[in-house]
């Protein structure tokens, strides 16, 4: 439900589903990346960073993670970090 509702814009019904999603299974990458994508809609670009980078941490395979972090990263002007993220 988080990503339907990302998907529709009901942000803070999304950040609530993806929150109880890493409730019930705290290793769930995908949870923390999609609610790090509703963080970063809200304008909430730390959080977002923070779930993003667990996600990363929680399932390397998932690349989507590591570019959206880079993304929001270069948005802060955080070049060499965002360079980091893409390698």
Do not use: H
Request: hydrophobic fraction near 40%; glycine fraction near 4%; charged fraction near 30%.
């Amino acid at each position: 439900r988080c990503l339907s509702n990302l998907r529709m814009k009901s942000l803070e019904n999304a950040l609530d589903d993806c929150s109880k999603a890493i409730k019930l299974s705290p290793k769930l990458a995908i949870a923390y990346g999609n609610r790090g994508a509703t963080y970063y809609q809200l304008g909430s670009f730390e959080a977002a960073l923070e779930d993003l980078e667990m996600a990363i941490k929680l399932d390397k395979s998932l690349n989507r993670f590591s570019f959206d972090k880079a993304f929001i990263l270069t948005q802060l002007n955080r070049f060499e970090e965002a360079l980091e993220s893409y390698n």
